[in-house]
């Protein structure tokens, strides 16, 4: 028997008897029906831009076009396991995977203070006795994370009773949050938990919030707080990513991320939980952790807009700027920032051993060494005027350089943090 | 800590802050700002008053 070129359905032969024909053209239909059978039927198209997908095996669906400039990404939580949404999912969040510490991989926290860690992340551990570290750490693990090195540790220090909220923020400015408003947007993270982590239930509350203000710091007042986002990670000692999904406010003018928890009794020598990985996006899936920049150098570029830390970079004799020596006790020096800062810094801040820093004196005098520490003298957001003071021995009018006293515990930092 | 005042060369009112092993200088005004802050409890939303 002849059979059709494609399907091979079962056609008459040309010698075949007429009388058969009924037969033939009835065992043709029926293979033809059961070929049909398998085919996704026109209807599936419902609209211009519609395209087939599949609910299950060989079950096809429907699935309407998205809106102008959407991409298809995979969607588990779907019926078909597609969804279309907006292409460039940017993350806002500058530091994201704790890469930048320019204020030191390890820093004490005192009970009761907020002061501004890993770059762009600031702590708070309210009340007494409370006293945490704040350290770079690594992730030590490539399976449960996306290959992100390294995350940040925020531990109450072993022996500390304090039972005050800790807060950790990081919040965005203005100009950055906006694409964020009136949204629906994803947020998401990874964290753990120390081996006496003392959160009841090994509890760690996030939230993002939107305000109603202008570049505010949400761990020290945010007016019109909303937390359109806010649930809670059940953290254990191994990797785990969190994510939670809602619309923004769209009469938010700023946005806060925050994660908070409650320790409980004295603190064990590992009461810390670590996170890294956090992201924020529109659109209603988690997708893969991507940094702010893409690039360290972004990265620190990003985060030296609010906080500049110079440091001798391990030449104990290395000078941060040039200028002009005011009197025989005043150098006047400008420091050319690397980036300009977003406003003009707000402070400067150094260590507090005079000693640390000195100008070159004049000619045959060697460096003079200061008698108090460097000061803000004139601010400025690219080129700020600082004031170095010695005991004597400068000449006023004379040019000069200022910097580090042959020690690498030397450093200037400039503050544009909200 | 203690607190030293100085003039920056245009005149302006500056405070010196030196804590321990930490100094920050800023204008008098932000040092006010800073002051009315923490002093000000944080309470402008829930999570602050745990």
């Known amino acids: 028997m002849a059979t059709s070129p494609n399907y091979s359905w079962p056609e008459p ?55 102008n400039g959407e991409t298809l990404v995979a969607d588990s939580s779907t019926s078909t396991g597609l969804r279309y949404q907006v292409p460039v999912n940017a993350n806002p969040v500058l530091n994201s995977a704790f890469q930048v510490w320019q204020r030191g991989t390890s820093i ?20 007494a006795n409370n006293a945490h570290t704040v350290s770079r750490q690594a992730t030590n693990d490539t399976t449960n994370l996306p290959f992100i090195q390294y995350a940040g540790r925020f531990q109450r220090n072993a022996g500390q009773t304090g039972t005050g909220g800790v807060f950790l923020c990081n919040s965005f400015e203005t100009i950055n949050s906006l694409p ?7 947020f998401s993270f990874y964290a753990r938990a120390g081996a006496n ?56 003018t700023e946005i806060s991320i925050e994660f908070s928890h409650t320790p409980s009794g004295t603190a064990g020598a590992n009461d810390y939980y670590e996170i890294t990985g956090v992201q924020l996006e529109v659109g209603s899936v988690a997708t893969p952790f991507k940094t702010y920049a893409g690039t360290i ?3 620190l570029a990003a985060c030296q807009r609010y906080y500049y830390r110079w440091t001798t970079g391990g030449t104990s004799t290395a000078w941060a700027g040039t ?3 005011y009197s025989s006790t005043n150098a006047l020096v400008m420091i050319k920032l690397p980036v300009s800062m977003r406003v003009n810094p707000t402070s400067i801040d150094v260590t507090s051993t005079a000693s640390n820093y000195r100008v ?26 600082l004031s170095f003071a010695t005991a004597g021995s400068l000449v006023a009018g004379q040019g000069n350089a200022a910097g580090a006293n042959s020690t690498n515990s030397a450093y200037i930092g400039f503050n544009a943090e909200l | 800590m203690t607190i030293e005042n100085y003039l920056s060369t245009d005149g302006v009112e500056m405070i010196l802050v030196i804590d321990g092993d930490k100094a920050e200088s800023m204008t008098k005004a932000e040092y006010d700002r800073r002051q009315a802050e923490q002093s000000t409890p944080i309470v402008t939303n829930e999570a602050k008053t745990k």
Not at chain 1, 33 to 55: C, E, N, V
Request: overall charge neutral; aromatic content about 8%; charged content about 10%.
């Open chain 1, 197 to 252: 982590f003392s959160s009841a239930s090994n509890a760690l509350a996030y939230k993002v919030y939107t305000g109603t203000g202008t570049d505010q710091l949400s761990n020290t007042g945010y007016t019109g707080a909303t937390a359109f986002i806010s649930a809670t990670a059940t953290l254990t000692t191994t990797w785990q990513r969190f994510t939670g999904t809602a619309t923004s406010s769209s009469s938010g």
């Open chain 1, 108 to 127: 004490a926290v005192t009970s009761g203070t907020f002061p501004y860690t890993a770059d762009r992340w600031n702590f708070y551990p309210n009340g």
């Open chain 1, 180 to 186: 964020y408003v009136g949204k629906t947007v994803t």
């Open chain 1, 360 to 385: 070159l004196g004049p000619s045959g005098t060697g460096a003079v060494t200061c008698s108090s520490v460097p000061t803000l003298d004139t601010s400025h957001n690219e080129s700020p005027l």
């Open chain 1, 13 to 67: 032969d040309n010698t075949d008897l007429v009388k058969n024909g009924a037969l033939a053209i009835r065992t043709m239909g029926n293979a033809i029906d059961t070929t049909m059978a398998t085919m996704t039927p026109k209807s599936t198209y419902t609209a211009k831009g519609s395209i087939a997908a599949a609910t299950g095996a060989s079950t096809p669906a429907n699935l309407s076009v998205g809106n």
């Open chain 1, 297 to 299: 150098q972004g990265e």
């Open chain 1, 323 to 325: 200028g002009m020596n």
